[in-house]
C-alpha cells in the first residue's frame, strides 16, 4: 500500500477512536452540572452524589481525549503537510482558539474537582461547572469549523500559482456548512452521553439494585435524552438541506440518488447495481428525498448523474447514512417509550424490555456517531478541501507510515484496555447506596 493510504488509514483509526473520547467529553459535563445543580434546588443527596461520581468518570476518558487529539493535531503537520501548507494560515485561529478553549476547560475542572464541599454555599461550587460546559462545548466548536471549512472552504483567495492570500480568518471560520455542522455535532455529543448515562443506571436496575438512587438517575438522563434526540433530529434535518445546496454529491451518494429529478424518493437499503446504477430490493418513501433536500414533496434534488464521474465520494456510504438516520430514530422511540411508561406510573424495574432497550441505546448512540463522521469524511471524497485539494495530492511521500499506523494501532489498544480497566476499578467496591449515608452527611451538615 502508497503512503497515501497508510495516511488515510491511520487518520481514520485516529479519528475514530478520538471521537469516543471527544464526545463524551463534550457531553458528560451538561449531565454533571444539571445533576449538581438540581441536587442543590431540591436538597436531593442522590442527585449531588450523581454528580460527583460521574465527574470521577469524566476525568479519565478527558485524559485519553486529549492524549487521542494530540495525535490528531501532530497528524495533520506529518500525515497532509501539502494540505497544512495550503490551509494552515486559514485554518490556524479556530486551531488555537480549541487549544485555548481546552485550557480553560481544564482549569475549572481542576478548580471544580478539588472543591468539593470546600464552600459553605454549595452555589458556588456548583458555579464552577459552568465554565467546564463552555470550555467542552467549545472545544467542539472550535475544531468543527475545521473540518467544515474542509467541506465549503472559505475566507481566502487562491491565486493561479496555488499562493494563498486576503486570509479572514473569521470568514474561514464562520464558512457556509458552520452552523449546521456545529449544531449537529453539539447536539449529537450531549444525547449521546445522556443515554451513555442512562445505560449506566439502567444495566445497575437490571442487575437487582432497585435503590431510588438509580431510578433517579435514569429518569434525570432519559427526559433530557429525549429533548437532546428530538434536536439531533431537527439538526440532522437542516444538515440535510444543506448538502442539498453545497454538496450534492454527498447527499446523493449517500440516498443512491442518480438523476436529478423533483419528488426525489428516499431509498433505504437495498443492492446497488453499479454497472447500472439501480438499486434493487430497497424500500422507497416516495418524495421523501426531495422533502429532506429542500422542505418540499415537489423539490428538485441534484443526482450523481450530473457530477463527474471522478468526483463521486464512495457509493458505500449509503448504508452509513441508513444506519446512522436509524438509530437516531430507536433513540426517539427508547427515550418516549420510558417517558411513556414512566407517566403511566408504572414501576421501571417491572419493564425488562424497556431497560434492556436503554442499555442497548448507548452503544448504537456511539455507532451513530462513527456512521455520522464516516459519512462526513467519505462523502467528501476525493477532495480534502472540497474543489481545491485532492487528498491524493495533500499525502505525506514518507515511506514508513505503514510502520507508524502499527505504532499508533496498540498506542490505542493500550489506552482502551487502561481506560476500561481503569473505570472499572474506580467504581468497583463502591457503591453508590455506601457512598450516599456520607453524602447525606455531609449535606445535613
Given at each position: ?13 485516529t ?71 495550503l ?56 475544531i468543527?469549523?475545521?473540518?467544515s ?96 445546496t ?17 419528488n ?20 422507497e ?25 471522478s ?29 411513556a411508561?414512566w ?33 462526513a ?26 510502520m ?31 457512598e ?10
Amino acid at each position: 500500500m502508497d503512503s497515501v493510504l497508510w495516511s488515510r488509514i491511520l487518520t481514520a483509526e485516529t479519528l475514530a477512536f478520538h471521537i469516543v473520547w471527544a464526545t463524551i467529553g463534550v457531553g458528560v459535563p451538561i449531565f454533571i452540572c444539571l445533576a449538581e445543580g438540581w441536587g442543590i434546588w431540591r436538597k436531593d443527596p442522590h442527585f449531588i452524589l450523581l454528580a460527583r461520581r460521574w465527574t470521577r468518570g469524566f476525568v479519565i476518558t478527558v485524559a485519553i481525549g486529549v492524549v487521542t487529539g494530540t495525535c490528531i493535531g501532530l497528524m495533520l503537520s506529518l500525515l497532509w503537510p501539502k494540505f497544512m501548507q495550503l490551509a494552515g494560515n486559514v485554518i490556524s485561529l479556530p486551531l488555537f482558539m480549541e487549544t485555548f478553549a481546552f485550557f480553560f476547560e481544564a482549569i475549572f475542572l481542576g478548580t471544580y474537582l478539588y472543591t468539593w464541599d470546600r464552600f459553605q454555599k454549595p452555589v458556588y461550587h456548583w458555579l464552577t461547572s459552568i465554565p467546564i460546559i463552555i470550555g467542552s462545548s467549545m472545544s467542539a466548536v472550535f475544531i468543527t469549523t475545521v473540518n467544515s471549512f474542509m467541506n465549503t472552504p472559505a475566507g481566502f483567495k487562491l491565486s493561479a500559482s496555488g499562493r494563498v492570500s486576503h486570509i479572514d480568518l473569521i470568514a474561514a471560520m464562520l464558512n457556509p456548512s458552520t452552523p449546521s455542522e456545529v449544531g449537529h455535532v453539539l447536539s449529537s455529543a450531549y444525547a449521546t452521553c445522556g443515554f451513555l448515562l442512562a445505560a449506566i443506571a439502567a444495566w445497575h436496575l437490571l442487575k437487582g439494585k432497585t435503590h431510588v438512587y438509580y431510578k433517579k438517575a435514569l429518569h434525570l438522563t432519559m427526559a433530557i435524552s429525549f429533548i437532546l434526540s428530538l434536536l439531533t433530529f431537527v439538526a440532522g434535518d437542516l444538515s440535510g438541506k444543506f448538502l442539498a445546496t453545497w454538496q450534492p454529491a454527498k447527499l446523493a451518494a449517500g440516498e443512491w440518488h442518480f438523476d436529478t429529478r423533483t419528488n426525489a424518493p428516499l431509498v433505504i437499503g437495498g443492492i446497488l447495481d453499479e454497472k447500472n446504477l439501480e438499486v434493487k430490493y430497497g424500500l422507497e418513501i416516495p418524495s421523501a428525498l426531495s422533502f429532506l433536500a429542500t422542505g418540499s414533496i415537489d423539490g428538485k434534488v441534484t443526482g450523481l448523474k450530473e457530477i463527474p464521474r471522478s468526483e463521486w465520494p464512495p457509493l458505500f456510504i449509503h448504508y452509513l447514512f441508513d444506519a446512522m438516520v436509524g438509530i437516531g430514530f430507536y433513540l426517539i422511540f427508547i427515550s418516549a417509550a420510558y417517558l411513556a411508561y414512566w407517566l403511566s406510573k408504572k414501576e421501571i424495574i417491572q419493564s425488562r424490555w424497556l431497560l434492556r432497550g436503554i442499555v442497548l441505546a448507548a452503544p448504537l448512540a456511539f455507532l451513530a456517531i462513527e456512521f455520522g463522521w464516516i459519512y462526513a469524511e467519505v462523502g467528501r471524497q476525493p477532495w480534502i478541501i472540497t474543489g481545491l485539494m485532492r487528498v491524493d495530492q495533500a499525502a505525506t511521500t514518507a515511506d514508513n507510515v505503514g510502520m507508524v499506523t502499527l505504532m499508533f494501532s496498540l498506542l490505542y489498544l493500550l489506552l482502551a484496555i487502561v481506560a476500561i480497566s481503569v473505570l472499572s476499578r474506580l467504581f468497583r467496591g463502591r457503591p453508590a447506596e455506601t457512598e450516599l449515608h456520607a453524602v447525606e452527611g455531609r449535606s445535613r451538615t
